[in-house]
């Protein structure tokens, strides 16, 4: 009997001043709670969008792809999986690993790409933002400078004292002196080296 009485006694009680206060507490929960969720979800969005925008536009560094139809980011995709970059109409894979000329080479063509053709001073100056010694698709053939797509060489970005043709055997070319705009220097094409092979992709 006791505790019916109790229990009687505590429901009929009219709300206290500290039941009110527990009321607003648990609102005050649930709006937080609320709250942060909405910030939560603001911040997946934001790194969502930002991943994806990584993932397909970071590597084209002048900005061409923004430009790029649904099929041409998905022809693009593998190459910028693969670390290549977009610069002004061609993709660039500049390597990690060192190989002597012919190798570099056959390392570009096994990927329907060849060694850099440096047709512009522009892509020359692009060459030269990776401050790296790297093979370029220039060669001595038959006495003549010659680029790999059997171009003769016209404008050209020699070293200081390059090439030196005293020395024998310099037969291939890297990019070298990246401080200066002349970068090129003459190389025995038995020495390894990085290299830089370009894939022509116009628009
Ligand atoms: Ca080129
Ligand atoms: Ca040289």
Same mark, same amino acid.
């Given at each position: ?26 609102? /005050?929960?649930?709006?937080? *709670? ?7 979800? +603001?911040? %997946?969005? @934001? ?51 060192? /190989?002597?000329?012919?190798? *570099? ?7 329907? +790409?060849? %060694?850099? @053709? ?56 890297? *990019? ?28």
């Amino acid at each position: 009997m006791a505790h019916r009485n109790i229990n009687m006694e505590y429901v009929n009680v009219p709300k206290t001043p500290s039941s009110s206060s527990n009321d607003q507490k648990w609102l /005050r929960l649930v709006l937080l *709670s609320f709250g942060l969720l909405c910030i939560l979800q +603001a911040t %997946l969005n @934001v790194t969502l969008r930002i991943f994806l925008s990584t993932d397909t536009n970071a590597l084209d560094l002048d900005g061409t792809c923004k430009n790029f139809t649904v099929k041409k980011k998905e022809d693009f995709a593998p190459f910028f999986q693969d670390n290549w970059v977009y610069f002004n109409t061609s993709l660039y894979y500049i390597s990690t690993a060192k /190989r002597n000329w012919e190798n *570099s080479r056959r390392f570009c063509m096994q990927r329907n +790409a060849d %060694l850099i @053709v440096i047709n512009s001073k522009q892509e020359q100056e692009f060459v030269r933002t990776f401050h790296r010694f790297m093979w370029i698709g220039l060669t001595m053939t038959q006495g003549k400078w010659m680029w790999v797509d059997n171009t003769p060489l016209t404008t050209s970005y020699w070293g200081p004292g390059e090439p030196s043709m005293n020395l024998e055997n310099e037969d291939c070319v890297e *990019s070298r002196f990246f401080e200066v705009e002349h970068t090129w220097n003459d190389l025995k094409c038995e020495d390894i080296n990085f290299w830089i092979c370009e894939k022509i992709m116009p628009l």
